[in-house]
């Protein structure tokens, strides 16, 4: 397994390149089956969701102290998530980074798919999910709840036109080609690959569009995880009240989706036997910019702990204390040495930035990410400013129920659903830009 | 000599009493606090200024006296103040306990004036069966009545209100009820305003004078709702007077809900935060759109091209 990408450039043809990325759509078994018991897991999952619908959100562990439980917590971490898109696809993409080229796409799938799903958690989280209008028929401009719901939507909207308008051209390659595709997927293809031939007023006009929604998306992928961390900065909630929240949680998100980023890239590529794509240099580059991101986050860190830590002022001394040495210490401090410091001292190496330890580092990154979001939203709340007299014994401890355990698995299951199902009927590797990149002439056929 | 014999027996079982109380609780009070003694005589005016006192500071938690309806809080339920293995401390004691609080008992040494503490302990005496208090001075006695009325007259000019109460005697005879105390109360938001000013206690006639505040807001007409009644129900029984009355100071309310804030309603957002989310959404969805529709345009230019 050779995976130098100069020695295997010169083989390459654009056929070739058609066919690696192409095949393994179609001819997938496992593919299959995963869907399938993707698919199970959402129906088991489905009934506990139809439980908390039918009786009420008293079946999860949220009581008064902690109206924000294991569903907020999974949310933060899906938008959270959900960055990558924003950062792989436009930052990078507008600095003109060639390596990330092959896996844009996947960034962007991961985007689409977390996002979406975020703004299902929202829903799953309301006791009258009937009545979740109103938030956009009632909603007051100063709640950062409606600003939340605003942006979330403005960025599924145009992550998604990103995940489509490149790939344009590699649906016009795939109406061709994928002749044992479905009807209707061959309508699909007919439709979204909108006449593409690649003339060259068609390529200058599409590549318009694709920069503006590039520098468009900037400021949304900014504000969506800002105006999140707003939900908790705007109160005055020990934990929660302090200035930084909303860089603290881009920085965050850039961890968390980084890591899942390559966690993606390592499955694609084995499944889809992608090796001569997405090479050990896009691994070794994403370690290198996990590395970054995680030094950022743990910059951030420090401010947001050893300064208040310093103060120990009041209120605070109770919450920290709790996260140092107390109940969440265990969590809080794997969640920063797993999920940051040791990553970033592996990653270092050259040899931790190989596909398989990267992945596996990567893992922890990710857990690490979703403890975090549970250590940011729940400790805060089970220590109110006024707490209330002769509180009953489950209103001041938390621990998420079956049914919201198994509600969570939903979301995650629906997730890597949506991921599948894109990367079943769309190529994960851009065709036409590899191999536009390597020098290789694009034949598109009316 | 039996009297004092009893008085020694009397003290001796105090002494056990508040000793075993106090380990019990395990509230030590110092011997020099112990030995104060309530310096107010417990007169009916006092009793029932205590009890006022009781009712506003005490009674939430430890519920009426005798009747052991306190707040049932755990470990420890708070006392009924009028319970007899309570009043077996000494003036000083209790004294004492008010002033430093222990535990879920607050401290009122700075809430409420020493005279008010010394009240509620004379109110509390009140209640005591063993210590025989030196008798209430100069009690006023008032023929029994029957048919008790409460009048009240108003003189919107001075701002004063006159309440006069009167019972018929057997004989007949319609009289003013002495030194009984009345409560004039002005509604608020929540609860009652007492406005009866120091004395507020019938005359030999059955009448009492109360000076209305002067700055006192009323709504747009200068209107508040007045009430008037006999502070204590077990004199003869709840008597009560309400009245709207055109006294008060006349006022626009001023609600904050009106003015635009960011704690308003989405009808009175300021207006920077509309023009800020509403610019920001339509600025990028137009953008979105346009790209929306330059999209339409790609399969045109591949037939330019032919």
């Not at chain 1, 956009?136 to 600003?147: E, K, T």
């Not at chain 2, 009345?182 to 206690?201: H, T």
């Not at chain 2, 009644?229 to 809900?257: H, S």
Request: glycine share 6%; aromatic share 10%.
């Amino acid at each position: 397994m050779n995976d130098l990408p100069k020695q295997k450039e010169t083989n390459l043809s654009f056929e070739k390149i058609k066919k690696d990325i192409l095949h393994p759509m179609q001819n997938h078994k496992g593919l299959e089956l995963w869907i399938v018991f993707l698919i199970t897991v959402i129906s088991v999952c489905g009934w506990a969701y139809y439980i908390q619908l039918k009786d009420g959100l008293g079946v999860t562990g949220m009581r008064d102290y902690v109206s924000w439980g294991l569903y907020i917590a999974n949310f933060v971490f899906f938008v959270a998530v959900s960055l990558v898109g924003m950062l792989i696809s436009s930052i990078l993409g507008l600095l003109r980074i060639d390596w990330i080229t092959p896996i844009s796409r996947i960034a962007e799938i991961i985007a689409v798919a977390f996002v979406a799903v975020a703004g299902l958690v929202i829903v799953l989280d309301m006791g009258r999910p009937d009545r979740v209008l109103n938030v956009m028929i009632h909603g007051r401009f100063q709640s950062p709840i409606l600003w939340d719901v605003t942006v979330i939507t403005t960025y599924l909207t145009v992550s998604a036109l990103l995940l489509i308008l490149p790939m344009i051209p590699d649906l016009a390659i795939c109406k061709k080609e994928l002749t044992k595709a479905s009807p209707i997927m061959k309508k699909l293809y007919n439709i979204l690959s909108l006449g593409y031939i690649n003339t060259p007023e068609q390529h200058k006009h599409l590549h318009k569009m694709i920069r503006t929604l590039m520098v468009l998306i900037v400021p949304i992928g900014l504000a969506i995880h800002t105006v999140t961390s707003w939900l908790f900065a705007a109160t005055l909630r020990n934990g929660w009240d302090t200035t930084i929240f909303g860089p603290y949680f881009v920085a965050g998100a850039f961890v968390a989706g980084s890591a899942a980023l390559i966690i993606a890239m390592y499955f694609f590529r084995v499944n889809y036997k992608l090796q001569d794509y997405i090479t050990d240099l896009q691994f070794d580059k994403m370690g290198k910019l996990l590395v970054a991101v995680c030094l950022v986050y743990l910059y951030f860190n420090l401010n947001e702990f050893l300064v208040p830590g310093y103060k120990m002022k009041t209120g605070d001394d109770i919450h920290l204390k709790e996260l140092f040495y107390g109940n969440w210490a265990i969590m809080f401090w794997a969640s920063q040495l797993l999920g940051n410091i040791i990553p970033i001292i592996l990653l270092v190496n050259k040899k931790f930035r190989k596909p398989l330890p990267i992945m596996i580092i990567s893992l922890f990154v990710l857990a690490g990410a979703w403890f975090k979001r549970y250590v940011i939203v729940i400790p805060t709340m089970l220590h109110p400013h006024l707490p209330i007299q002769n509180v009953p014994e489950n209103f001041v401890h938390y621990y998420p129920s079956a049914i919201e355990i198994s509600v969570t698995v939903l979301s995650f299951a629906l997730v890597l659903l949506i991921i599948t199902v894109l990367s079943k009927i769309f190529p994960v590797v851009p065709i036409v830009e590899t191999a536009e990149s390597k020098g290789i002439e694009v034949k598109i056929d009316a | 000599m039996k009297n004092t014999i009893k008085n020694i027996a009397a003290l001796f079982l105090i002494f056990i009493f508040s000793g075993s109380l106090a380990n019990a609780q395990g509230w030590t009070v110092p011997n020099s606090a112990k030995k104060k003694q309530n310096p107010y005589e417990a007169t009916s005016k006092n009793v029932s200024t205590g009890k006022k006192i009781y009712n506003l500071h005490c009674k939430s938690c430890h519920g009426d006296p005798t009747i052991a309806n306190m707040l049932p809080l755990a470990p420890v339920a708070p006392t009924d103040l009028g319970a007899q293995n309570f009043l077996v401390q000494s003036d000083g004691e209790i004294y004492y306990k008010v002033n430093k609080g222990q535990g879920a008992m607050p401290t009122f040494e700075k809430t409420i004036s020493d005279e008010d503490k010394w009240m509620v302990i004379a109110f509390l005496r009140s209640f005591d069966k063993n210590k025989k208090v030196k008798q209430q001075v100069a009690e006023v006695k008032n023929p029994e009545v029957t048919d008790v009325k409460l009048e009240l007259n108003v003189n919107e000019a001075n701002k004063t209100l006159l309440a006069k109460l009167s019972g018929v005697t057997k004989k007949g005879k319609r009289v003013g009820l002495q030194g009984i105390e009345m409560s004039f109360l002005v509604k608020r938001s929540f609860g009652y305003l007492d406005v009866s000013g120091e004395d507020p206690y019938t005359n030999e006639k059955g009448d009492v004078k109360v000076q209305f505040p002067a700055d006192l807001p009323g709504d747009r007409e200068g209107q508040v709702n007045m009430l008037v009644k006999v502070t204590d129900d077990d004199f003869y029984g709840k008597l009560e007077e309400a009245r709207v009355v055109t006294l008060g100071v006349p006022t626009d309310p001023v609600n904050p809900l009106d003015e635009r804030a960011m704690w308003g309603t989405r009808a009175n957002a300021p207006i920077w935060i509309i023009v800020t989310f509403v610019g920001g959404v339509l600025a990028i969805w137009s953008v979105i759109f346009l790209v929306l529709f330059q999209m339409i345009k790609l399969p045109k230019l591949a037939k330019s091209k032919d």
